[in-house]
């Protein structure tokens, strides 16, 4: 077991990759009472095309696998997951998002039994096809429910805007047409490929002691036969760096028209301390333009374009990445064209300056301070670094270093024209 | 935990030193009796004061200033809790040993300060344009509801079963009465918040318990104020026990009103927490497992107990075809814990659940703050063991009887297909 410490930040990170390729992290939290345990997959709903373990040839699958497998995994021969969580106090979850599924669960008790079932659960596969029938009502209600969801549809119309081929413009649910061609065999087939143990992470915060918590873990994966690791062949189309669409528009039952406009990252294959670098340097870029200290902040907000729902945001992730910036507004058509304006600012004027630069960084390290108080937040974020080998405790000293040059030179990757989209969702035009 | 002396009458600080977070968090707490016009200037109060002060004219001014205080988090927000109406102010700062060189903490309590009791005045008075901008804010965000269908479906049911009541009331008050403020009307309602409304602060972190208890005792400037008496609130009731709207949408909202006798602070209150939880409130729970793992019908369903209001409310999202079905299904699980059908499982899952989510609370300081606020009202210390030791003492006869006393108040469904008709209202 090795010990990472990070003396700034008052704390020690413990590592050991098991025999079966598995990477464990632990990090004791003082205070705390609760411990959060996330064992997550790198395997998200743009892994869609890809070569099955010990097959020869790509297969695509049906939208929307990878979020209904996580469904799947907490039903068993004897019941629900759910059951055994609750009898000892945890409250589990897990989420599917582009590029991972995680399971997590937290409790203040029984540690170690919770952490058994949590590995044991994801590691005991178990699909029928009347399981998997029973659940296509149930995800069909969800995929219903964000549907109805006006914030999540102009979110995703944006991102659909942008990309040809690349399947993150595909529903991370599928639709409820792609979800009833899965079988038990598919899932079979993906969860076999994707979640070997040298494909995953478990990470766990808060009040443990990491000799008898990586003791009981080896135990736990010692019992278990695993097939040799391979490496996962991943197929994904080019990508033009223009976006699909410029411009469209979906009507809803809406008080107020909803516009985000996404900015295309050129950038996108990118990895450890340079992928972090960029990505903070974008962050702090966008902050410095659309945030509430800017000049196009104060004149959006004075001439009545933003309300509370303005929302501005970079991500970035292996294959794709886009900075979002989106209001609700009587006229979205303004609030674009004054969003378009700041952007090309960028090429013709100094707008990095560096007080400003300085003032964003210093709240940037003040957010990762806070942060850190949150074991959800180390879980989950510390998960996403790994998979892009970076790593979360190296952000403030990062930040400290970063330039206003490293920052225009970032900033170029999201600037084109043809990189750039717009969203709008209106309302109908007759009340009913 | 916390331990507490009174600066003024009436206003209360509650200090508690920590290592266990890498940050000090202080919350200041303004309540009075809750009415709609209240709600809505304070609302629009608590904005205004987070636009801008008198040292910081301008919202970019003040935004750059809490930036460079390493983004230390300062924000105004209104709430209610039972008849109470809170308008708080929530400030998070780093705590200086984490940084290589400044002190932060001397210059937050100075803005703290400026933010109170230094308003960006023209005149004596809030000024118009921000006035008016904010005022279109808060209106925005009342609107708002309307397009999140969840939200929007419990706002209706509970104000079809609890008219004019503080359990419908909202924290932001109604559109109408934001639109009848003036900067004159403002100014007005934040000199009777600073000098009438009951105040709580609380200060939680690794700080030097006499040394910022000094300081904030000398920035912190309340006067004396007695208590504020509660206005008669009606008993309330709803028209008829079912309602339905249609919107354009593909789901399916049902939203099911009960009332209880039970209330947070009473005898059986814990018995009530135990009944909600067998009933709908984890993913164990018979609406779950009934609803949604048995039968299909939805992604979500549960119940939630609004102990304050002596209100449950069970919610799921279904296909509009179901509706019967599902109100059948929930019915039945009702059914089944009136008939003392609950295993041994259940309650003792629930229990688990229960004090596990307690201890968690706790592991944020927002959570600290926020639970020793709420149960500091009932009386008596504060006590995870206490309240285990309550939950424990339940048993299936209580539950049968707390599901005995709920009594429906009213379905309602909202959804955009078959034949449905307006809601009647």
Redesign the interface.
């Known amino acids: 077991m090795q010990t990472i410490e990070f003396k700034?930040?008052?704390e020690t990170l413990y590592y050991v990759k098991l025999s079966n390729g598995l990477e464990v992290y632990i990090l004791p939290k003082?205070?705390?009472?609760?411990t959060y345990v996330t064992f997550t997959t790198k395997y998200g709903s743009v892994d869609r095309t890809f070569k099955p373990l010990d097959e020869d040839e790509v297969i695509t699958v049906p939208d929307g696998i990878a979020h209904f497998l996580e469904h799947k995994m907490f039903e068993k021969e004897h019941g629900?997951v759910?059951?055994e969580?609750?009898?000892?106090?945890?409250?589990?979850n897990a989420f599917t998002t582009f590029a991972r599924t995680a399971y997590l669960f937290?409790?203040?008790?029984n540690v170690l039994k919770n952490t058994e079932t949590l590995l044991n659960f994801v590691q005991e596969p178990y699909f029928t096809e009347k399981t998997v029938n029973?659940?296509?009502?149930?995800?069909?209600?969800?995929i219903?429910?964000y549907?109805?969801?006006?914030?999540y549809r102009v979110y995703f119309g944006t991102i659909e805007n942008m990309y040809h081929n690349h399947p993150v413009k595909i529903d991370i649910a599928g639709t409820e047409e792609s979800i009833d061609k899965i079988t038990a065999e598919h899932l079979y087939t993906c969860y076999n490929t994707f979640y070997h143990p040298s494909n995953m992470v478990l990470f766990v915060v808060?009040a443990v002691n990491p000799d008898e918590m990586i003791g009981f873990i080896k135990e736990n994966q010692d019992k278990k036969e695993f097939k040799d690791a391979q490496e996962i062949e991943r197929h994904f189309e080019d990508e033009p760096t223009e976006v699909a669409h410029k411009s469209r528009e979906m009507k809803?039952?809406?008080?107020?028209p909803k516009v985000y406009i996404g900015l295309k990252a050129k950038e996108t294959n990118l990895s450890g301390e340079e992928m972090l670098k960029h990505e903070m340097c974008v962050q702090i870029g966008l902050e410095c333009l659309f945030?509430?200290?800017?000049?196009f902040?104060?004149n959006v907000?004075?001439n009545?374009l933003i309300?509370?729902?303005y929302v501005y945001d970079f991500s970035l992730e292996q294959g794709f990445g886009f900075a979002l910036i989106g209001t609700?507004t009587a006229d979205p058509d303004k609030f674009a064209e004054l969003v378009f304006e700041q952007i090309n600012k960028v090429e013709k004027e100094e707008v990095f300056a560096a007080e400003a630069i300085e003032?964003?960084k210093?709240?940037?390290?003040?957010?990762f301070?806070?942060a850190?108080?949150?074991?959800e937040f180390i879980a989950n974020q510390f998960t996403r670094y790994k998979f892009n080998d970076m790593n979360l405790f190296d952000a403030v000293p990062v930040i400290e270093q970063l330039t206003v040059d490293d920052i225009k030179e970032a900033f170029k990757t999201i600037l084109g024209e043809s990189q750039q989209t717009m969203f709008k969702v209106l309302p109908?035009n007759e009340r009913? | 935990m916390f331990s507490t002396i009174e600066i003024a009458k009436g206003v209360s600080l509650h200090i508690r030193q920590s290592t266990q977070f890498k940050t000090v968090n202080l919350s200041i707490k303004w309540r009075k009796p809750l009415t709609v016009k209240d709600a809505a200037e304070r609302s629009v109060l608590s904005n205004v004061m987070q636009h801008s002060n008198g040292k910081f004219k301008k919202s970019a001014e003040f935004r750059s200033y809490l930036d460079d205080l390493y983004g230390t988090v300062m924000y105004f927000d209104a709430s209610k809790r039972a008849n109470d109406h809170t308008v708080v102010l929530n400030v998070e700062t780093v705590n200086d040993q984490y940084l290589a060189e400044n002190k932060v903490l001397d210059d937050v309590i100075d803005l703290i300060q400026t933010a109170i009791f230094n308003p960006n005045f023209e005149n004596d008075q809030f000024i118009s344009t921000i006035v008016e901008r904010e005022k279109e804010m808060v209106i925005q965000r009342i609107q708002s509801i309307f397009d999140d269908k969840t939200r929007y479906a419990h706002q209706r049911l509970t104000q079809l079963i609890r008219p004019n009541h503080p359990a419908s009331i909202s924290a932001n008050g109604t559109i109408e009465e934001v639109k009848n403020i003036t900067p004159e009307s403002l100014t007005k309602a934040y000199h009777s918040m600073i000098n009438d409304d009951k105040i709580d602060i609380y200060v939680l972190g690794d700080v030097d318990v006499d040394a910022i208890q000094q300081k904030l005792v000398n920035a912190l400037t309340f006067k004396d104020r007695e208590s504020i008496p509660y206005p008669e609130y009606e008993e309330s009731k709803p028209e008829k026990d079912y309602f339905n709207e249609k919107q354009d949408m593909n789901q399916g909202k049902l939203h099911i009103g009960y009332s209880t006798p039970i209330k947070f602070g009473d005898e059986d209150y814990p018995k009530m927490q135990i009944f909600n939880g067998v009933f709908g409130g984890y993913a164990h729970s018979k609406l779950f497992m009934n609803v949604r793992e048995r039968e299909s019908l939805a992604y979500y369903a549960s119940s939630s107990y609004s102990s304050h209001y002596g209100l449950v409310y069970v919610v799921s999202g279904i296909e509009p075809s179901n509706e019967k079905k599902a109100i059948d299904v929930i019915n039945e699980q009702l059914e089944e814990m009136k008939n003392g059908n609950i295993s041994d499982l259940e309650l003792n899952q629930t229990k688990a659940m229960l004090g596990s989510q307690l201890r968690e609370a706790l592991d944020s300081a927002r959570g600290q703050i926020d639970i020793y606020d709420q149960y500091k009202d009932l009386g008596e210390e504060f006590s995870i063991d206490k309240w285990r030791e309550r939950w424990k003492k339940v048993t299936k006869e209580d539950l049968q009887e707390m599901a005995s006393q709920l009594k429906l108040e009213a379905v309602y469904f909202l959804s955009g297909k078959e034949g449905a008709q307006d809601a009647n209202n």
């Open positions: 700034q930040l008052d003082k205070g705390f009472s609760k629900d759910f059951q969580f609750s009898e000892y106090g945890a409250s589990a937290s409790s203040t008790e029973k659940e296509k009502g149930i995800i069909g209600q969800e219903n429910m549907n109805d969801q006006p914030d808060g809803m039952d809406v008080q107020k945030g509430r200290a800017s000049d902040y104060t907000y004075e009545g309300d509370e729902s609700d003032r964003i210093r709240k940037k390290i003040g957010f301070l806070r850190l108080n949150s074991i109908l009913k």
